[in-house]
């Protein structure tokens, strides 16, 4: 690290310099900005840390993240650092590069005894800085998503395939509402349905209510995002959760009662959903959040590419700082996958 570098811990010594940074910055995301980092440190199970990196005052990069865990017994095997979007950086510094690599070795001292490892979950284009990943331990996931532009929702529903278009208008002619969530009881109803899909399919650990509400306060609070639900004779049967930042809509949580409503293709419309009220607020670019790893079978990829956006190789960086504990967590994530299907 340079002498005219500074670390800057906490979000309390952030002035209006990192403000610019996100602005002008081509890697920022709705997830890497100071209410969605209050968000997080407010939740349960949770511990948030963020760091920058600043020369005379202009920030370089900044890190914001998570630490994430089961409570009770599992805790020391489920610790994990996840760095949602990936880091933001001044792509036009001209130590652009000293402080990434600088940022990221600082990371692993300061996590190393804190969490199992490091993830970056990136949201945006970090080509250019892979080798500065690489230097400092990472390894590269091929992690693929798609992002669908919304500037004109007719056109964007005649890019989806036959059978989704077919989908969406025979839902909304038997009488399927899309409406945006006013309420806490309207969180409540959806995130039930949410639960169960975890439960059920998904099989991963889900926040609990809380969480919900209060990303349902956030959205309202800052208007940075809403809440999109499906509203079939006054039941909710589906809906998702979408946080907005620079007229991108973000799919972060969806879901639908597909079972209970099949002829009503819940799941379907909730992406439609999406797109449709975040055209009406005047973004443009819909991002799904991830398409799973390229070289592994992913049947969520295949459900997302019938919506016609293009397919990106955006990939993931991981760092192992403990790796028996690592081995021991992947090990009994599939155990508990194995009897939840039984």
Sequence with gaps: MTNNFTIIEGTDNLNSNFDKLLETSNTSSIFQTIPFYEFFSNQPN????????????????????????????????????????????????????????SILNYLTKRLKRKAIYIETRNLNDYSLYKNIFLNSGFSFEPYVNFNIDITDIDKTFMNFKSEKRRQIRKSLNSGVQIKIAKNKEEIEALYNILFDLYKTKVKKPLPDMKYFTDLFQLFQKYNNGFVSILVYNETIIGGSFCPIFNNKIYDWYRCGLDNQYKNLYPSTLSVYAGMFIGNQKGCNLFDFMGAGNINVPYGVREFKSQFGGALIEQGRYLKILNKTKYNIGKLGLKIMQKIKNK
């Design 46 to 101: 949770t511990e948030s840390f963020a760091f920058s990196i600043s020369e005379n005052e202009e920030i370089i990069v900044s890190v914001f993240g998570v630490i994430l865990y089961e409570p009770g017994i599992k805790k020391n095997l489920t610790k994990r650092a996840i760095i949602y979007g990936g880091p933001v950086v001044n792509h036009e510094h001209k130590y652009v590069n000293n402080a990434l690599f």
